[in-house]
């Protein structure tokens, strides 16, 4: 256990931050899944399809996740649509 109460803080932060990431991860996941469902549907609804490219630039611009991942994983949604458009 921490004895100083700049451990303690950190320990705090550390928790605080854990719960937001974990929320924005699983909203992350979930529209990230409901735009591959779509398009794998092949309904191609544009609004889910945005709001999961959306979701990702806000995830990395807050740290949640690093700006390449996001960019692969827009990359690979793209990639899946194109697909199907076709």
Not at 7 to 16: D, G, Q
């Amino acid at each position: 256990m921490a004895n100083t109460k700049s451990a303690l803080k950190r320990i705090r932060t550390s928790e605080n931050r854990h719960a937001r990431n974990t929320s924005y991860n699983a909203r992350l996941k979930t529209m990230v899944k409901k735009a591959e469902q779509t398009i794998a549907s092949g309904t191609l609804d544009q609004k889910a399809i945005i709001t999961a490219l959306s979701t990702l630039d806000k995830a990395a611009t807050k740290g949640v996740i690093h700006r390449n991942n996001a960019a692969r994983r827009k990359s690979r949604l793209m990639k899946k649509l194109n697909a199907a458009s076709k």
